[in-house]
């Protein structure tokens, strides 16, 4: 975890020794099983907590993700162990939000390329897509989707929203109306997922929704790689089919990874860095270095996900 020092000193103050490593890449779950075998509490971002790891780690007490995701530990098997599972809630959402619009906005003014032109002395102009007053879709309306929305209202855009639940108060107080998802992929100029990545939503936008998206349009994904059908996207935006997508986060993550989106003229690739602001990684850390304190002192910490696990403690 990338944490602040009044994060670290908050867990030593009540009595935790704390270890900080980084991960290999690409992950070695050896390496992790290593890392854990003794500790009472673990801080993952992104590495997987699988049951093979709870197994080894009979000490283990709690799990926090400096985040607002879960999909990479097995919940179940961390339930049965009574291990408690938490994530850092209501911490990074305007720090996503900010890098949403950021990548939405880059896409549809080329601006990378553009920039990169200069660097390489050249002086490559690109004609863009103006993004005021076009139609974004918002695939989940949690903390962030409802922040992008909100920034939305600054350029004058209509707002569509796919959500399971649909609350008309808040819809009115953002400004957008409910849609499902096939109006979203025909009228969207942009869309933009919001979505966890879970069994229901692994592959939402698989060939047959990237085909049914208005042709011109730009993709934006901040939450999941695994949301998406990487080729068909890249084969989209190579067709002309799409104006252009910009994503924070692919099915393979890490340095060397061979997904299809990286390389591709008009797709952007960012490494995962949507909530990287310094206000949010401060907060995130203090979530997670307070869960930890919390759990290890017997209470039940805030964020937690499964609560069963303390019922089987």
Aim: aromatic fraction near 4%.
């Amino acid at each position: 975890m990338k944490g602040s020092e009044a994060a670290l000193q908050l867990m030593r103050d009540a009595g935790c020794e704390v270890q900080l490593a980084t991960a290999p890449l690409p992950l070695d779950e050896d390496w992790l099983l290593d890392q854990s075998r003794d500790a009472a509490a673990l801080i993952f971002a992104m590495e997987p907590v699988s049951a093979r790891l709870l197994a080894n780690a009979p000490q283990l007490r709690i799990v926090a993700r400096p985040g607002v995701g879960y999909d990479t530990v097995d919940l179940d098997a961390a339930t049965r162990q009574g291990v408690a599972v938490t994530i850092a809630e209501g911490t990074n959402h305007e720090s996503v939000a900010d890098f949403t619009f950021a990548l939405l906005l880059g896409a549809a003014r080329g601006l990378l390329p553009a920039a990169d032109s200069v660097q390489q002395q050249g002086w490559t102009r690109v004609t863009g897509t103006e993004v005021w007053g076009k139609t974004l879709a918002l695939v989940g309306l949690g903390r962030i989707g409802q922040a992008v929305a909100r920034r939305a209202r600054g350029f004058d855009m209509r707002v569509l929203a796919v959500s399971r639940q649909r609350d008309e108060d808040l819809a009115h107080r953002l400004g957008l109306s409910y849609v499902d998802l096939d109006t979203a992929l025909r009228e969207a100029d942009f869309l933009s997922l919001h979505a966890p990545l879970t069994p229901q939503t692994a592959n939402l936008l698989d060939a047959a929704a990237i085909a049914r998206m208005k042709p011109g349009a730009y993709l934006v994904n901040t939450s999941r790689g695994g949301l998406v059908d990487e080729a068909a996207l890249a084969a989209a935006v190579r067709a002309g089919h799409l104006a252009g997508a910009a994503v924070d986060v692919l099915r393979q993550q890490g340095a060397g990874s061979t997904s299809p989106l990286i390389g591709v003229p008009g797709i952007v690739v960012t490494p995962h860095m949507a909530t990287f602001s310094r206000e949010a990684m401060h907060r995130v850390a203090m979530a997670a270095a307070k869960a930890v304190v919390t759990r290890l002192q017997g209470g039940r910490p805030a964020g937690l996900v499964n609560p069963q696990a303390l019922d089987a403690a």
